[in-house]
């Protein structure tokens, strides 16, 4: 069965900083790769995917990951911090031979202070 | 298009009872799903749909069941609610897995429900 790891609980970044949010996973096969984020009392909104092609995708609001297949990893990652990205992030996988069961990670928050 | 939509928001139940959380998309989706979400654990699946009248277990099913008679409606129903079923509940939707599996799941903004 797929797992994902998100090793931090907690990531804490200077506006106009770079950030970077942590995901690793495991598949038996090849997976698809999703970012979400979730603003307090909300629903989760969609950022990203990795399907297949580039290993650097580009999502909403200027996130960004990259698809490490051999480090087995995804993750999250903006050049420049705004106080607005505070939020919970979601790492999850896929595993394209599982079609129906998607895994979440524990999820990040993330904390840009001002 | 107003998306995947659940009812109630939030809700207080004493230990023993029955209820029925409400979930419609309107995205003509076939693929439907439950998940929790409690500290620490992130989101876990809790039963999943791939079309009317196909229903399937996921990581968490107990104390929980489903039904699917229609494309849109995806209820989902604590049969004798217990403490440890306070948590945050989100539906989500997306269209057919399968090959396309590759498919963004949305999400519902969520049913807060505490048991007493």
């Known amino acids: 069965a797929q797992s994902v790891a998100q090793p931090e609980d907690q990531v804490n970044v200077a506006e106009g900083n770079p950030l970077t949010v942590k995901c690793t996973y495991s598949?038996?096969?090849?997976?698809?790769l999703f970012w979400y984020v979730q603003y307090p009392n909300r629903g989760l909104q969609f950022l990203l995917k990795?399907?297949?092609?580039?290993?650097l995708v580009k999502g909403s609001y200027g996130f960004e990951a990259e698809f490490n297949k051999s480090q087995t990893s995804f993750h999250l990652k903006k050049p420049s911090a705004l106080v607005s990205d505070s939020a919970l992030y979601f790492c999850?996988?896929?595993?394209?031979?599982?079609?129906?069961?998607?895994?979440f990670g524990a999820g990040t928050r993330l904390t840009v202070k001002p | 298009n107003a998306g995947v939509t659940q009812t109630p928001k939030f809700q207080v139940l004493k230990t023993g009872q029955s209820m029925t959380l409400q979930c419609a998309q309107d995205?003509?989706?076939?693929?439907m799903s439950w998940y929790r979400q409690d500290p620490g654990m992130g989101l876990r699946l809790i039963h999943y749909?791939?079309?009317?009248?196909?229903?399937d277990q996921g990581e968490v099913p107990n104390g929980y069941n489903v039904s699917r008679s229609t494309t849109e409606d995806f209820p989902l129903r604590l049969l004798s609610a217990a403490p440890s079923q306070t948590s945050v509940y989100f539906c989500?939707?997306?269209?057919?897995?399968?090959?396309?599996?590759?498919?963004?799941?949305?999400f519902g903004e969520g049913s807060w429900l505490t048991v007493v």
């Open positions: 989500a939707s997306s269209y057919s897995s399968g090959r396309f599996s590759g498919n963004t799941i949305y």
């Open positions: 749909s791939v079309g009317a009248g196909i229903t």
């Open positions: 995205m003509n989706h076939e693929y």
């Open positions: 598949v038996s096969g090849n997976p698809y």
């Open positions: 990795y399907i297949t092609g580039d290993n």
């Open positions: 999850a996988v896929r595993d394209r031979d599982n079609n129906n069961d998607m895994r």
